[in-house]
Structures are given as C-alpha cells and as structure tokens.
Nanobody, 115 residues
Framework: QVQVMESGGGLVQPGGSLRLSCAASGGIFELMTMGWYRQAPGKQREFVASIAEDADTNYSDSVKGRFTISRVNAKNTVYLQMNTLKPEDTAVYYC?????????WGQGTQVTVSS
C-alpha cells in the first residue's frame, strides 16, 4: 500500500516563496508519477504540476513560470517550489502518486497567501 504525505505549507505574504515536500512510501518511487493538486474553498480540486518517472514535467497555465516541481528519487520525495505567490494560490495542496495504474493521495497541506 502506497502512502503519501505532504509537508511545508503555511502562511506567506504575496510575492513570497514556499516549498512543499511530498514523501511516498510502500512502492518503488522511481516508477511513480507524482503530482500536485490544489483545492481552494468552494472550488473543485485542480491540477497544479506533475513529474513523470523520466522527470518530464507538466504545469497548469496558472502556475507556469512561478512553480517548479522536482523529485529526488534517493529520498522518495517530490518538491514543489512556489515563487511569486499570489492570494489566489491560497488552497489546500495535495500530492498524489500514480503507481501501477492506481492513484494514491495525501491528506493535504494548507497554503495561505495573505498580507
């Protein structure tokens, strides 16, 4: 059973930066496609970024150029570096792992961008 756990959320001022971490266990991390999603109050969960086994990345248009996803296989961890944060980035951020055709979700971490 794959387990996914996010960390690194918090309160940050507009224009600031934050780095989220996501650790996955219970499978072969190198074979997982990892992704970040977010859900703002009253809105549906939306895709933010993903990184495949071969480190190929994808981003939503709303974060492209500001967020960077990366992975360190030796640590079974994926990161989301968030720069130039905006109030509209406020949301619960969820990490997921796609492994052997199944998707596993973490519990989420709150990111609040406010002055």
């Amino acid at each position: 059973q794959v387990q996914v756990m996010e960390s690194g959320g918090g309160l940050v001022q507009p224009g600031g930066s934050l780095r989220l971490s996501c650790a996955a266990s219970g499978g072969i991390f190198e074979l997982m496609t990892m992704g970040w999603y977010r859900q703002a109050p009253g809105k549906q969960r939306e895709f933010v970024a993903s990184i495949a086994e071969d480190a190929d990345t994808n981003y939503s248009d709303s974060v492209k150029g500001r967020f960077t996803i990366s992975r360190v296989n030796a640590k079974n961890t994926v990161y989301l570096q968030m720069n130039t944060l905006k109030p509209e980035d406020t949301a619960v951020y969820y990490c997921n792992a796609v492994y052997l055709h199944r998707t596993y979700w973490g519990q989420g971490t709150q990111v609040t961008v406010s002055s």
